[in-house]
T-cell receptor, first 111, second 114 residues
Framework: QKEVEQDPGPLSVPEGAIVSLNCTYS??????FMWYRQYSRKGPELLMY????GNKEDGRFTAQVDKSSKYISLFIRDSQPSDSATYLC???????????FGGGTRLMVKP | NAGVTQTPKFQVLKTGQSMTLQCAQD?????MYWYRQDPGMGLRLIYY???????DKGEVPNGYNVSRLNKREFSLRLESAAPSQTSVYFC?????????????FGPGTRLTVL
């Protein structure tokens, strides 16, 4: 079993929908959680960064961490076709540790 | 401020040929990484360098070598390329961005080994 699990998708939604992307993990030591967005044929770019449990909001994006369930989520409100990409979760026990990545979920937002 | 740059962007090799992928960062980061990304496999760490002068194996190091030339540059070498090394290669650097430690990726090198 992988340390970080992520449904590969693809997840197809209509424009304007609320999108929920999720990761589960097994290592209870993880404290730093990140979401990366990767457009086709591009490198991953950091989208959201959270520490420990709770929510963090940035525009249309909300990152949520539930350490008790070992579950993190990324919500996208009012999804746009430009949000179509692969979303990777990543996490580490300490700020300086190497990141452990999920396999990525491919999202398609249809006009 | 270019972030993380990689060359070349594309490369086609024949089995047995060698090549070096170049990576440079201008963020004064200590840590640098090489990943490969394959369909269904996600990002897999090949080698990393926690600081100038040090390198360590990651999850899939076989068939690769690395050199941390200086703080800015971290190269990945394939001595004798194999079709199994057909992949997209990403370099990344990690360091302080204000109060946080963040990791930034380069644009990738698409390598095909025939």
């Amino acid at each position: 079993q992988k340390e970080v699990e992520q449904d590969p998708g693809p997840l197809s939604v209509p424009e304007g929908a609320i999108v929920s992307l999720n990761c589960t993990y097994s290592n209870s030591a993880f404290q730093y959680f990140m979401w990366y967005r990767q457009y086709s044929r591009k490198g991953p770019e950091l989208l959201m960064y959270t520490y420990s449990s709770g929510n963090k909001e940035d525009g249309r994006f909300t990152a949520q961490v539930d350490k008790s369930s070992k579950y993190i989520s990324l919500f996208i409100r009012d999804s746009q076709p430009s949000d179509s990409a692969t979303y990777l979760c990543a996490m580490s026990p300490h700020a300086g540790n190497m990141l452990t990545f999920g396999g990525g979920t491919r999202l398609m937002v249809k006009p | 401020n270019a972030g993380v740059t990689q060359t070349p962007k594309f490369q086609v090799l024949k089995t047995g040929q060698s090549m070096t992928l170049q990576c440079a960062q201008d963020m004064n980061h200590n840590s640098m990484y090489w990943y490969r990304q394959d369909p269904g496999m996600g990002l897999r760490l090949i080698y990393y360098s926690a600081s100038e002068g040090t390198t360590d194996k990651g999850e899939v190091p076989n068939g690769y070598n690395v050199s941390r030339l200086n703080k800015r540059e971290f190269s990945l070498r394939l001595e004798s390329a194999a079709p199994s090394q057909t992949s997209v290669y990403f370099c990344a650097s990690r360091g302080l961005a204000g109060p946080r430690v963040e990791q930034f990726f380069g644009p990738g090198t698409r390598l095909t080994v025939l």
